[in-house]
């Protein structure tokens, strides 16, 4: 099955900094790649996506990057602010044959952005 | 719209008895998706639910099961708890479940002892 491998587990930026999430999968049929952002005690929040269609996608402050040779996409979130502190998962996802979304997650990256 | 809603939110069960989750979707969502979240395992998807059907399924022992209602709404059902099945239990939906956005509920808190 998919396997999904995220770096850095903890990653510490200041303020106005970028901060810079990996990600790597092993199933080459693996078409969607979503990101989620968790604050404590809160739901998964989806903040951007990505098809293997695409390259790059950029929203604000956040962009995603996908490399479907090497299969590995990125998080990259520039000027960052105290308020982006959180945890952040990356997954894969593959378009099962009877339709459907299984997703399969990264291990996650606690992001703090310090003053 | 709303968003996707979970009862109950917290629960505290003892080993050997069992346990039911709801999951209500956004209006207009068909699929529904289970996950188990631990600090050891991470997020594991347990299965999906689609016009009242299971069409994809994880890797989690036949204690787990679930099924979905004609409104889409979903539930889940642990038999047997275990210690080990302590965990936050998530819930996703998305409108057509191929390849689509997933939108998750805040959760259920499940506490074995």
């Known amino acids: 099955g998919e396997n999904v491998e995220q770096h850095p587990s903890t990653l510490s930026v200041q303020e106005g900094d970028s901060a810079v999430i990996k990600c790597t999968y092993s199933d080459s049929a693996s078409n969607y790649f979503p990101w989620y952002k968790q604050e404590l005690g809160k739901r998964p929040q989806l903040i951007i996506d990505?098809?293997?269609?695409?390259g790059e996608k950029k929203d604000q402050r956040i962009a995603v990057t996908l490399n479907k040779t090497a299969k590995h996409f990125s998080l990259h979130i520039t000027e960052t602010q105290p308020e982006d502190s959180a945890v952040y998962f990356c997954?894969?996802?593959?378009?099962?044959?009877?339709?459907?979304?299984?997703?399969?997650f990264g291990t996650g990256t606690q992001l703090k952005v310090e003053l | 719209k709303a968003g996707v809603t979970q009862t109950p939110r917290y629960l505290i069960k003892t080993r050997g008895q069992q346990v039911t989750l709801s999951c209500s979707p956004i209006?207009?969502?068909?699929?529904v998706s289970w996950y188990q979240q631990t600090p050891g395992q991470g997020l594991q998807f347990l299965f999906e639910?689609?016009?009242?059907?299971?069409?994809n399924k994880g890797n989690f022992p036949g204690r787990f099961s679930g099924r979905q209602f004609s409104n889409s709404r979903s539930e889940m059902n642990v038999s047997t708890l275990e210690l080990g099945d302590s965990a936050l239990y998530l819930c996703?939906?998305?409108?057509?479940?191929?390849?689509?956005?997933?939108?998750f509920g805040p959760g259920t808190r499940l506490t074995v002892t």
């Open positions: 996703a939906t998305s409108p057509l479940g191929g390849s689509y956005e997933q939108y």
């Open positions: 209006s207009g969502h068909r699929s």
């Open positions: 997954a894969a996802s593959v378009l099962l044959t009877g339709g459907g979304n299984k997703l399969t």
């Open positions: 990505i098809r293997s269609n695409v």
């Open positions: 639910y689609f016009s009242e059907t299971q069409r």
